[in-house]
């Protein structure tokens, strides 16, 4: 019984000491990881209407990092245009640079955090694609991609976010946004029931 009761004590001791050495292992991996950064969506619009020149898309972007902002360098916006009709002519414009945004243009949101309004009418996205009337209607978008540059140099983008970041309730960050052509609805035809 004494035998027994040696060979369990020391059976434990060792199991203990051998699993002290394994958080060396868990602190090793964890010195390793890296944290990234977002552009949460505060507000954002999806349309354009097609028949006003002068709607808009206007989007609001609260940048977190781990060290709250203060790794924001800058914000590259980029646009492309996706022709969603269905006729033979497919016009797809491919995605280039339109815009940084630096430090100086953001402001503070209510959390303490860089906060990015950034606005676009639909006739600046037609000018910056070099659309032409009747290249365009009802269901293609326009697309525009956000790049966060942090002061270390590392970018974050829809390219490089997981499904958590770019579709999750808690980070908002998708990045890219697709704004679609749209027509107002016809006024509905009111109906007088008092006779």
């Not at 002519?89 to 303490?112: A, H, I, P, Q, R």
């Amino acid at each position: 019984m004494r035998k027994s009761i040696h060979s369990l004590l020391l059976l434990s001791f060792l199991t203990v000491f051998n699993g002290c050495e394994s958080e060396k292992v868990i602190d090793d991996v964890f010195d390793g990881i890296t944290r990234g950064a977002i552009l949460r969506t505060i507000n954002a619009t999806k349309t354009y209407n097609l028949e006003d020149t002068s709607s808009v898309f206007r989007v609001q972007l609260e940048e977190s990092d781990h060290e709250d902002g203060t790794l924001l360098s800058e914000v590259n916006l980029y646009i492309s245009f996706s022709d969603k009709s269905e006729t033979e002519k497919d016009l797809e414009v491919e995605e280039f640079f339109m815009d940084t945004f630096t430090t100086s243009s953001f402001g503070l949101s209510e959390n303490g955090l860089p906060l990015l309004d950034v606005s676009v009418s639909l006739k600046e996205a037609i000018e910056a694609t070099k659309l032409k009337e009747g290249e365009f209607v009802e269901g293609d978008q326009f697309i525009f991609r956000f790049e966060l540059v942090l002061t270390d140099g590392r970018t974050f983008s829809s390219g490089n976010a997981n499904s958590t970041v770019t579709g999750g309730s808690f980070f908002r960050s998708p990045f890219r946004y697709a704004v679609t052509l749209t027509l107002p609805s016809p006024p509905s035809e009111s109906i007088n029931y008092n006779r």
